[in-house]
């Protein structure tokens, strides 16, 4: 039994995507040459290529079995997916923009005799229908900054992660419409014909999230300054203890913590007694 994950063939999540997939022990065979369909180091896993936006259909008609793909284009091709991560980047919204010398203020200035362009024709219909507005929506494939000072529109809806392109072009954020990240998704069907295979797939991936900005510290410490080391160490799940094989009593100990906290807690460690200090990084936390 075999599955496919679909992942961008380009664009900003494209190299993301497939980051935490080789991170998780699903690389690809040949980087340098890719194709439609690739290869993983498991066998029972290949890697389907295409656009971000197709992705939510492709997993909704079980063409791939899990994707990697944004919630706006989840919810803009109304696919009926399983959502089993979210994959912590990637953040976005989409707004409701007018440009800065406009009257339009707010929601309440839009009138249905104005036009809104925008590469999201069904999330700004239920918008607009939820605001009671019937505007013209014109829909567009890009470019859509400049839909407003061209005359074919007075409103943009459209994605931003900061704000700085509309701004960039006198564009002035109404309404937030759909905050979005990078989600991982499965078919249902598919989640219950090859649900182990998957699930192996979404826990492998969650280790490497869950390990993200952590750092396993490990140091050797007399047992006299055991309980000193124990009062100053932050972790996820209390030390871990060995015995240390040497003339003197001394322990092993190790933790996972904060990559934040490295710098003021080796310092701490070693005035509390512990020495030898190991700060190594961590692939996935399972």
């Given amino acids: 039994m075999k599955i496919k994950i679909a992942v961008p063939s380009k664009g900003r999540i494209s190299e ?6 080789e991170k998780a022990g699903l690389g690809l065979i040949d980087k340098s040459n890719r194709k439609l ?19 939510p259909e492709f ?14 284009l989840i ?13 912590r980047f990637g953040q976005t919204k989409l ?18 005799d104005m036009k809104v ?4 024709p069904v999330l700004t219909r239920k918008y607009l229908q939820e605001k009671g507005l019937d505007l013209k929506i014109v829909k567009l494939s890009g470019s859509t900054e400049a839909a407003p000072f061209i005359g074919i529109a007075d409103l943009i809806t459209d ?41 192996a797939v979404s826990t492998s991936i969650k280790g490497v999230l869950d390990a993200d900005r952590k750092k396993l510290i490990m140091m050797n410490v007399d047992e006299s300054d055991l309980d000193k080391v124990k009062e100053v160490m932050p ?25 934040k906290e490295v710098f003021e807690l080796v310092n701490d460690l070693r005035n509390a007694g512990a020495r030898d200090i190991l700060v190594v990084p961590i692939e996935r936390i399972i």
Avoid: W
């Fill in 16 to 21: 993301p995507s497939i980051n935490i997939l």
């Fill in 37 to 55: 369909i690739s290869k993983t180091f498991n066998e029972n896993i290949e890697v389907m290529f295409a656009r971000a936006s197709d992705i």
């Fill in 59 to 72: 997993v909704n008609d079980g063409v791939a079995d899990v994707g990697i793909t944004g919630v706006d």
């Fill in 75 to 87: 919810k803009e091709n109304e696919a009926d997916v399983h959502e089993l991560l979210d994959l």
């Fill in 95 to 112: 707004v409701l923009a007018a440009p800065e010398e406009s009257n339009i203020n707010s929601v309440n200035d839009i009138t249905d």
């Fill in 117 to 120: 362009a925008t590469e999201f």
């Fill in 159 to 199: 994605l931003t992660s900061t704000g700085t392109t509309l701004k960039m072009n006198h564009l002035e954020i109404i309404d937030v419409i759909l905050e979005s990240s990078i989600k991982l998704i499965a078919n249902h069907d598919s989640l219950k014909d090859k649900k182990e295979l998957i699930e």
């Fill in 235 to 259: 972790s996820m799940g209390g030390l871990t203890i060995s015995e240390v094989l040497s003339e003197k009593k001394t322990v092993a100990a190790q933790a996972v913590i904060d990559e």
